[in-house]
């Protein structure tokens, strides 16, 4: 069964510096989206990706992020300059046309130190 | 502002009983409600939809139920086994347009079955 893949699986990186995070959607989806969950809160949306640009993004997603999808098959998000608050887990998601539901990558831990 | 609200941030129950859990929002209205499963660590996987416009959904032992006049939606595991262990978020899925689907989600529902 297709699945949406992520690396590294934990990334520990020194604060102020830049970290990207990369994800494989499946295949054939059209939309991709990246969420993250603090230890012991809720999965929150930060932004969502559709035709090479970005279609919605949370207030948690401001300049300090980006996306990029830079092949066919790659959907990465930066983080230019890591804050201790940026430590979480980050999942990628996909999803295809219509009202098909989200698929979720395993997901990266982000710890900033 | 929307809020959700999850019943229990954790429930116990015995092997081959009924769970159920429950979702709670408001100041929203939702097109369609998706129930995932999350075990620690990992990433949610997606378990069941339910549309604005229908009132129940089945998939083998899992039972969802949307009540948009409540604002609820009921999540039931039958014959449960401690396998069924794990947190069960709800989400809520505005679907503005095909390009906007940004899921909004509880804080889930720890469920422990005991053997």
């Known amino acids: 069964e297709p699945e949406v893949t992520q690396t590294p699986s934990h990334q520990v990186t020194q604060m102020g510096q830049e970290v990207i995070l990369r994800c494989v959607p499946i295949?054939?989806?059209?939309?991709f989206y990246w969420y993250r969950q603090i230890l012991g809160q809720k999965v929150e949306f930060l932004v969502s990706?559709?035709?090479?640009?970005?279609?919605?993004k949370s207030e948690i997603f401001d300049d300090q992020f980006s996306v990029e999808r830079p092949d066919g098959s790659n959907f990465t998000l930066k983080i230019r300059s890591t804050k201790l608050e940026d430590s979480a887990m980050y999942f990628c998601?996909?999803?295809?046309?219509?009202?098909?539901?989200?698929?979720f990558g395993p997901g990266t831990r982000l710890t900033v130190l | 502002s929307q809020k959700i609200e999850q019943n229990s941030e954790a429930l116990n129950i015995q092997e081959g009983k009924t769970a159920t859990l429950t979702c709670n929002y408001t100041n929203y209205s939702p097109a369609y409600l998706q129930w995932y499963r999350q075990d620690p660590g990992r990433g949610p996987v997606f378990l069941l939809l339910i549309r604005e416009n229908e009132k129940e959904k089945r998939k083998e032992r899992l039972k969802v139920t949307f009540d948009t006049t409540l604002k609820q939606s009921l999540f039931h595991i039958t014959a449960s086994q401690p396998a069924d262990s794990a947190t069960y978020l709800c989400a809520l899925d505005p679907l503005m347009d095909t390009g906007r689907r940004a899921l909004t989600f509880g804080s889930g529902t720890r469920l422990q079955v005991q053997p």
């Open positions: 998601a996909s999803s295809g046309t219509g009202p098909d539901t989200q698929y």
């Open positions: 990706f559709y035709n090479n640009e970005i279609s919605e």
């Open positions: 295949s054939n989806h059209l939309y």
